[in-house]
């Protein structure tokens, strides 16, 4: 691979740069702030060059002054040294892919304020060229094994994206005149499924697949009809594409189905007229299985493809995810951890096809695993109390992996093919020298028994400024899922209660992954029992530890975590302040108003039939109970977990007349986007602990922000 042009350029700027002569003794590390969260970089999507040497990836960042988050695309070699900025700061970039010679790089990005287009970077020198132009954003793309094409995935256009792209190819060339408001046209929903957090109301424009050829500059629908594609990948000849798809009868909607599909990369879709023979009906379906299949890929010689199952479509999200196999062209299907029992992602053959590379997750970790393709033992090729989030696998056998520590946040780490003891080498070095300046607390994983005698595990955080045999004030997190964890992993959030003086608990009740599927159904159809039980045993057991104080104990969470407080909450008083974020607490006004629907449904039955089931999981029957001070928050237009949840307890809490809060942030989703919204909410969850928990003299909520002069100073 030639670099010379990018390469020398980077060189020749470390010549210019003048040598400290003297250097300054480095400061005493300090504690965690606030502020510290938007300095933390989020390193991610490691991409390996086809001939291992380099390592492309993503740095996302929280920028505070702009108010905006940021996506730049770097490289760095695989045996590590300097990183190289590929994209330039301002405009962000991601979902970088190499091409098959492995001379350019394809990522996607919305420069020029215009929709989300695939572009390609000549690693030789020069710009980024935009390679796609359609109505609509690209979700995804893969590159076919000779370079020549590139699979797209687009959701159906609507009627505003045509428009605009008529009235920008009329206007090509010419001063933009300034836009018209128009008004908002309703919106008509015959869908079960009729709404999506971050999308909102659905209707039946749909995800499919896309050829694009890069000489011709030409685009050909492989796919069509009322379902979603997604996931796609191609052969290793670049004859056949696979992908993910529910297109279950009567509808999709109907159910928690996905299956691996087959497709020619010469397809041409079926359009609405075609007969049932047209060349573009010609799918083949690799799987059967009732529950969800995802994730496909191929073995090197085409012949079979290794994917993600679920086997029981009655516990969906509770339900252990196997590695499977299955031949190409369907058949018998074989599942390769069955007797493993973790939570199993991301498949993908060895170069050799012996043996299929997969993320397990198990006990508090996450590890990259190693089954035979015949099946047999499982080896772990990365292990450890880690969190491995995604890694890259080279036809010559070495590994980038994406991984956490329960000290440090994500950085990229290398095993080499030719390394027998499997050791990792960290290759970047983004938060290196910030994390540096930190004093931080360790992340204990501890055990204890809970009221029934099951074991249950977390984490713990001491205070920074810990003494043995003191006592100090101690906030509960529950986790968000329910059907999650907590993991090794760094946590913000964790070191920034610390920071401030109090013991930090982290519990994985029944209901969270990495134990197992009995372990995770525990709770099924009867959440804020057990999983109730096991978070605030893990309260009892920081007391009897002699590190929490009970006179002083706070409990907070976002999502199920948000849920969990409200159980908390009405079932004791013991805690002198809470905070419940994006929760729900009357399940039966969340029916049709959320995105889970058919959840409820299959966990709970139809709330007209089984009123008594959806009752005994609410805690708004219980909300007199409550005496707990309790600040509510969520997104405005969260349709995950909507807002309704914690306006009502807020509400119910207002008119009893106890003391209570609620703060709506706006145009926010479940997750939050805006790096102000996100540092508010952390000045706000301090502010509500320290007045509460710790009986501080400190108003319970933050003072309010400066104005910004018309200067942005």
């Keep these: 691979m ?30 965690i702030t606030i502020d510290d969260y938007f300095q933390i970089r989020a390193v991610h999507d490691p991409q390996l ?13 929280a920028i505070l002054k702009s108010d905006k988050n940021e996506d730049r695309i770097w490289m760095v070699p695989r045996t590590g040294g300097d990183a190289i900025a590929l994209t330039a700061e301002g405009v962000s970039s991601s979902h970088q892919r190499w091409s098959p010679d492995g001379k350019s790089i394809a990522f ?66 010419e001063t933009p005149a300034k836009a018209k408001k128009k008004t908002p046209k309703p919106y008509v929903i015959d869908r079960l499924q009729f709404k999506l957090d971050e999308i909102g109301y659905l209707d039946h424009r749909r995800t499919h697949l896309f050829v694009f050829d890069l000489a011709a500059k030409s685009l050909t629908q492989l796919t069509s009809g009322d379902y979603d594609d997604s996931e796609p990948a191609w052969s290793p000849n670049g004859q056949l594409l696979a992908f993910t798809s529910n297109r279950s009868k009567p509808h999709p909607d109907l159910t928690y189905n996905s299956d691996v599909w087959v497709v020619a990369a010469d397809n041409v879709a079926r359009s609405a007229s075609a007969s049932p023979n047209d060349k573009g009906a010609h799918l083949t379906q690799v799987t059967t299985n009732p529950g969800a299949d995802t994730t496909p890929a191929w073995s090197p010689d085409g012949k079979w493809l290794t994917y993600v199952t679920q086997l029981d479509p009655k516990l969906f999200d509770y339900a252990t995810k196997h590695i499977a196999v299955s031949p190409a062209v369907g ?15 991301t498949p993908r053959f060895s170069p050799d096809g012996k043996s299929i590379y997969f993320i397990a997750d198990d006990d508090g970790a996450q590890n990259v695993c190693r089954v035979p393709v015949s099946g047999g033992e499982i080896t772990r090729p990365i292990s450890g109390r880690l969190m491995v989030n995604d890694y890259s696998l080279a036809p010559t056998g070495d590994l980038v992996a994406h991984v956490a520590t329960i000290d440090r946040p994500d950085e990229l780490f290398a095993v080499s093919a030719s390394a027998p003891d499997g050791k990792l080498t960290q290759i970047t070095h983004t938060n290196d020298a910030f994390m540096s300046q930190l004093k931080l607390t360790h992340g204990e994983y501890v055990h204890f028994k809970s009221k029934d005698g099951t074991i249950i595990s977390g984490f713990l955080y001491k205070p920074l400024d810990y003494v043995p045999g003191k006592k100090y004030p101690t906030i509960l997190r529950p986790h968000g899922g329910p059907v999650w964890a907590y993991y090794a992993e760094f946590s913000h959030l964790a070191q920034l209660y610390a920071a401030n003086g109090y013991v930090v608990l982290f519990p994985n009740p029944r209901g969270s992954t990495g134990y197992g599927e009995k372990y995770a159904k525990a709770i099924y159809a009867d959440w804020g029992n057990k999983d109730f039980q096991d978070d605030v045993t893990m309260v009892d057991y920081a007391i009897e530890q002699g590190i929490a104080d009970p006179e002083k104990l706070g409990v907070g969470g976002w999502s199920y975590g948000g849920i969990s407080t409200d159980f908390i909450i009405a079932q004791t008083n013991r805690f002198k302040a809470a905070i419940s974020g994006a929760g729900s607490a009357l399940f039966i006004s969340s029916y049709g108003h959320d995105q889970y629907q058919k ?32 600040l509510f928050m969520g997104g405005e237009i969260d349709w995950n977990v909507p807002i309704l949840g914690g306006e009502q307890m807020f509400q119910a809490l207002k008119r009893l007349g106890r003391t209570t809060e609620l703060v709506v942030y706006p145009g926010e989703y479940h997750e939050f986007k805006t790096p102000s919204h996100i540092k508010d909410r952390l000045e706000r969850y301090l502010a509500w602990y320290a007045h509460y928990v710790k009986g501080e003299s400190t108003p319970a909520r933050p003072a309010p922000a400066e104005p910004k002069s018309e200067k942005g100073e």
């Excluded at 060059?49 to 960042?61: G, R």
């Excluded at 299907?333 to 069955?338: H, Q, R, S, Y």
Aim: net charge negative; aromatic share 8%; proline share 8%.
């Design 331 to 345: 058949g018998e299907a074989k599942v390769l951890t069955l007797a493993f029992d973790r939570m199993s992602i």
């Design 599 to 630: 959840d409820y449904e299959t966990e709970l039955g139809h709330p007209w039939e089984n009123k008594a089931a959806w009752e005994k999981i609410s805690p708004f029957y219980r909300v007199t109970n409550i005496t707990t001070p309790t």
């Design 108 to 173: 996607l990005s919305e420069r020029n304020e215009g929709q989300t287009q695939v572009w390609l970077l000549s690693l030789r020198g020069g710009e980024a060229q935009r390679l796609t132009e359609t109505p609509q954003d690209v979700d995804d793309f893969a590159w076919s094994p000779d370079g020549r094409r590139i699979v797209l995935v687009l959701r159906d256009p609507s009627p505003e994206e045509l428009e605009a792209a008529k009235e920008a190819k009329e206007n090509e060339g």
């Design 2 to 31: 030639r670099l010379v042009s990018r390469l020398a350029i980077f060189l020749s700027v470390l010549v210019l740069v003048p040598v400290v002569l003297a250097q300054q003794p480095a400061p005493a590390p300090r504690p």
């Design 49 to 61: 060059s086809p001939d291992a040497q380099w390592v492309a990836y993503t740095v996302k960042t």
